[in-house]
Nanobody, 123 residues
Framework: EVQLVESGGGLVQAGGSLRLSCAAS????????IGWFRQAPGKGRQGIAC????????YYADTVKGRFTLSSDNAKNTVYLQMNSLKPEDTAVYYC????????????????WGQGTQVTVSS
């Protein structure tokens, strides 16, 4: 059974940083597509960053490019999302997702989801 557990969310001031972690189990971690999504109140769930754990290739949405960085520690079955220069508009619940097929960084391409972690950025 695929399990994904997010951690690292919290409250931070604008301009600050947070690092989210996604600990995975139940699948062959080094040959998967892992994505980070976020959902703000009243809005849809959007893909912001995705990584292929087999070759390390990444995708970033324009809204986070240059501020957020993905990394993968295959030995620990964990993907990290380093978030710098945070803005109030980054406030959302952040979800980790996984799928065994590497396709676009959009919600319909991911079968397994974590419970989410809240990130709140104050102005």
């Amino acid at each position: 059974e695929v399990q994904l557990v997010e951690s690292g969310g919290g409250l931070v001031q604008a301009g600050g940083s947070l690092r989210l972690s996604c600990a995975a189990s139940g699948f062959t971690f080094d040959d998967y597509h892992i994505g980070w999504f976020r959902q703000a109140p009243g809005k849809g769930r959007q893909g912001i960053a995705c990584i292929s754990t087999s070759d390390g290739s990444t995708y970033y949405a324009d809204t986070v490019k240059g501020r957020f960085t993905l990394s993968s520690d295959n030995a620990k079955n964990t993907v990290y999302l380093q978030m710098n220069s945070l803005k109030p508009e980054d406030t959302a619940v952040y979800y980790c997702a996984a799928d065994n097929i590497v396709m676009g960084c959009t919600r319909e391409n991911f079968a397994s989801w974590g419970q989410g972690t809240q990130v709140t950025v104050s102005s």
